[in-house]
């Protein structure tokens, strides 16, 4: 009885010395584990807050680079509209350059320009006058077609009126290239005698059967080709118009 009170005695005071011990382990392992964890976890805030700062600091420049993107592109689309400008002002200052080039390479003025110009002539208008068959005769049309060419110097006192007489080719080249020239002649005197064109501002010639304006193997082609082609010229200053062919 007395030994199983002893043992039991033993026994319960083994128990609490080692609960004991066991306490004093936790604290000594756990305490200081507990303390790295709650610096950690003071270390993820502080990171944490860091971290949106810098997020806030990176919205901020980028918005800032953004608006000076925006108004680089704006400032360049400005400098390219002006350049724009610029080229075009260029361009036409080049074109008056070189046309003020041309004067003074050659030694002109404008004046003189125009000067040269009223002595060189461009077609006004033309008619073709048709004959017939081994004819040289004018019709009542061929006059009235000279008569409307004429009109068209207006009030001129300087113009030219150039004649040239063809035939098809029926016959010798000879007899042709004498009953072009006297189509060529009867065009000349209505124009002289009737219109009041003075010789001076006629040109005239007889070409015969060459350079044809039909097909001679055909009757219509041939009635073409027996024709005089008078063509009035005025001069350049003073053309303002583009050939009348009727």
């Known amino acids: ?25 936790v604290r000594e392992t756990v305490a200081p584990v507990q303390q ?4 950690l976890d003071t270390k993820t805030t502080e990171n944490r807050d860091e971290i949106a700062k810098l997020d806030e ?4 420049d980028i918005s800032r680079l953004d608006e000076r993107t925006e108004s680089a592109l704006q400032d360049a689309a400005k400098a390219q509209e002006s350049a724009d400008k610029a ?6 200052a080049s074109g008056e350059a070189n046309d003020a080039r ?5 030694g002109l003025t404008r004046l003189e320009q125009t000067m040269i110009d009223m002595t060189r002539f461009e077609p006004r208008g033309t008619e073709a006058i048709l004959f017939g068959f081994d004819k040289s005769a004018l019709t ?13 110097a207006g009030s001129r006192s300087r113009y030219v009126v150039e004649v040239r007489g063809f035939t098809d080719t029926t016959g010798s080249a000879d007899y042709n290239l004498r009953l ?13 005698s009737t219109l009041n064109v003075p010789l001076r501002a006629i040109h005239q010639i007889g070409l015969g059967q060459d350079a044809p304006m039909a097909d001679n193997k055909t009757k219509d082609g041939r009635k073409q080709n027996r024709r005089v082609e008078v063509t009035l010229y ?7 118009s583009q050939v009348s062919r009727n």
Not at 102 to 106: R, W
């Open 1 to 25: 009885m007395k030994r199983s009170m002893i043992f039991g005695a033993a026994a319960i005071s083994l128990l609490v010395a080692s609960g004991c011990a066991s306490k004093k382990y």
């Open 36 to 39: 790295r964890v709650d610096e």
């Open 57 to 60: 600091r990176v919205d901020k």
């Open 87 to 92: 080229q075009g002002s260029a361009d036409a």
């Open 102 to 106: 041309t004067f003074a390479g050659a």
């Open 140 to 152: 009542p049309e061929a006059k009235q077609q000279l008569s409307s060419l004429i009109a068209q």
């Open 180 to 192: 072009s020239q006297r189509r060529a002649d009867a065009v000349v005197r209505e124009l002289n």
């Open 234 to 240: 005025v001069p350049r200053a003073e053309a303002g």
